[in-house]
Structure formats: structure tokens, C-alpha cells
């Protein structure tokens, strides 16, 4: 599936506005956005941020924690679990080096998820 199409799947109204912050502190930052802040990675290249959204929110608000580590583990759980990538000893090649936006900038993204978190708590 085209990259763009499975943006568009990930941007449900009930996502949308955890997708605009991850976009704006992960993406931001991502070596493969496009110019203009889109995604430029090329068709059938994939990224989990985009295409695994609801499981990676679900997944980060459910833990409650300092410590990274402890997402990680609850990415790995929920996400890397089933991933294609990741073979059945739990290696995967695109972790290793760095090539999965989720893995890469996943700091970014807790940072994002909580502080939306932290805004719909306010309201
Ligand atoms: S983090 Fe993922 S969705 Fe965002 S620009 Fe990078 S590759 Fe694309
Ligand atoms: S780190 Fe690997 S297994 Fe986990 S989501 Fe990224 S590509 Fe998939």
C-alpha cells in the first residue's frame, strides 16, 4: 500500500490529533520527510508510524513509567511483535540500522503521545 494511502488510513478522526503532534516533533525531524513535511519515503517503503498508529498509542498510554526502556518494551510488544520485519528471534534488520521511523524516534513520539495526553487531561 502506498505510502500515502496508509497516511490517510492512520489519520481517523479519533487519531488525528496524536498523528499532527508525532508528525510535528517526529517527522519533523525525520531524515526521509519530504520538503514540504509529508512523508517522502518511496512507495512500498512502509514506516509503523504512520501505518501501526492505533497500536502505538494504545501501547504508549497504557504505560506509565520514567523510563524509556518501558516503552520499548511495550512497543516491541504491541508493534514489533508482528511486524513483517522482525524475524522469529526478534531481530530486525531496519531496527539495526536505524531505517524505522517508530524505533528511531521513539522518545519523540512518547514526548508527542503525552503531551496530548496531557492537553485532553486539561480540558
Ligand atoms: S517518521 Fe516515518 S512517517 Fe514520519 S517522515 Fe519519517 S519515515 Fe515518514
Ligand atoms: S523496529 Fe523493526 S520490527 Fe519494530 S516496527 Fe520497526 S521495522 Fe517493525
Known amino acids: 500500500m502506498h505510502q500515502e494511502v496508509v497516511m490517510s488510513l492512520a489519520h481517523s478522526a479519533q487519531y488525528q490529533v496524536y498523528w499532527d503532534a508525532i508528525q510535528r516533533r517526529a517527522c519533523g525531524v525525520c531524515l526521509d520527510a519530504a520538503d514540504d513535511g509529508s512523508c517522502g519515503l518511496p512507495i512500498r517503503h512502509t514506516c509503523a508510524l504512520p501505518s501501526e498508529l492505533p497500536a502505538i498509542i494504545e501501547a504508549i498510554l497504557q504505560v506509565k513509567s520514567d523510563r524509556m526502556d518501558d516503552y520499548v518494551t511495550a512497543i516491541e510488544a504491541a508493534v514489533c511483535a508482528r511486524c513483517p520485519e522482525q524475524d522469529g528471534e ?11 521511523g517508530l524505533y528511531t524516534y521513539l522518545p519523540l513520539v512518547v514526548d508527542a503521545i503525552e503531551e496530548v495526553k496531557g492537553g485532553l487531561a486539561c480540558r
Open 90 to 100: 526478534g531481530r530486525c534488520g531496519r531496527r539495526d540500522r536505524a531505517d524505522c
